[in-house]
């Protein structure tokens, strides 16, 4: 009621820009190639959601600092992980850690982790909630990245590029010493391939050995040849697709996880519901 305007009038999505940032402390780019009045799957109309995550809000916030989603004619880009009840085992363990999401995964087999959670290689949980506003904008320990780059255009309304780079090194312990993600979106005006999504990363560990997973998570089983994973969602009336080319690092080892009894699996053990 305290913001409540009675005299506000609605207006067509068709006159909102495809893209928009939404800053600190969250740091996010949502992109879309246009707007469509379909409300059924046919929809020509691709998306992406791409964040650098800044600072963390415990509660029901997730690990999930640098992570994306891929919509086009249904999900193929998403998180994976289930609000079941809060404070499962698959809640804690899976559902709000970092590998529930498209984010990044260095795995330190010594790590101890907070909570008594699973080690999967994921981020940093820094504690509980703080008691005001100020006490969060100003504690360094909540603090799990930054952006360090972002634009989209040349038209603000139309852009033919969505952008976003952030720094997400806090988001982990000092397994790592720098993390960088870079994540651009680009409408290519092609009812094959409407668009194309890009993402690089930097990632340097405090010991090269330290495992590195770069997460992909799907529906349906992808299907994996050489470098190129392809991920359809051709079910319950969808019709979409996404390609994946794995071009660094030249020698990585794409594994598929998943299947009955394996949804949620972290170091041989099923997280289930």
Same mark, same amino acid.
């Not at 994973?229 to 660094?248: A, E, F, H, P, W």
């Given at each position: 009621?305290?913001?409540?305007? +009675?005299? $506000? ?8 820009? @495809?893209?928009?940032?939404? #800053? ?20 020509? %109309?691709? !998306? ?11 509660? *029901? ?8 989603? @891929? ?6 880009? &998403?998180?994976?992980? %289930? =609000? ?19 984010? &990044? &995964? ?65 988001? =982990? ?12 979106? &680009? +409408? !290519?005006?092609?009812?094959? *391939? ?13 010991? +090269? ?6 997460? @992909? *998570?799907?529906?349906?089983?992808? *299907?994996?040849? #050489?470098? %190129? ?24 080892? %794409?594994?598929?996880?998943? #299947? ?10 099923? =997280?289930? $519901?």
């Amino acid at each position: 009621l305290i913001f409540n305007d +009675p005299h $506000l009038e609605g207006v067509s999505y068709h006159n909102f820009p @495809l893209s928009k940032y939404f #800053g600190s402390p969250y740091g996010m780019m949502v992109a879309r190639t246009g707007w469509s009045d379909s409300v059924n799957y046919s929809s020509p %109309i691709a !998306m992406a959601e791409m964040h650098i995550g800044e600072l963390w809000a415990a509660n *029901h916030h997730h690990l999930d600092a640098g992570s994306f989603q @891929l919509y086009y004619k249904g999900i193929l880009a &998403l998180d994976s992980g %289930i =609000y079941d009840s809060y404070g499962s085992s698959h809640d804690n363990n899976y559902n709000k850690e970092t590998i529930a999401h498209n984010s &990044l &995964l260095i795995y330190d087999p010594d790590e101890k982790t907070n909570g008594g959670v699973v080690n999967a290689g994921g981020q940093r949980r820094p504690g509980g909630e703080v008691a005001t506003m100020e006490a969060w904008m100003k504690d360094d320990n909540y603090n799990m990245g930054k952006v360090i780059g972002q634009e989209f255009g040349p038209d603000p309304m139309t852009p033919e590029y969505t952008y976003i780079a952030g720094d997400i090194t806090k988001a =982990y312990t000092d397994k790592v010493q720098e993390v960088l993600r870079s994540m651009i979106f &680009l +409408p !290519m005006e092609n009812t094959d *391939h409407p668009a194309a999504f890009v993402v690089m990363d930097k990632i340097t560990s405090s010991n +090269p050995t330290f495992k590195k997973t770069f997460l @992909l *998570h799907s529906q349906q089983e992808p *299907h994996v040849n #050489g470098n %190129i994973s392809v991920i359809k969602r051709d079910t319950d009336g969808y019709n979409g697709m996404l390609t994946n080319q794995t071009l660094l690092p030249k020698n990585a080892k %794409i594994e598929k996880i998943g #299947g009955e009894g394996k949804e949620f699996m972290i170091n041989g053990v099923n =997280y289930a $519901l």
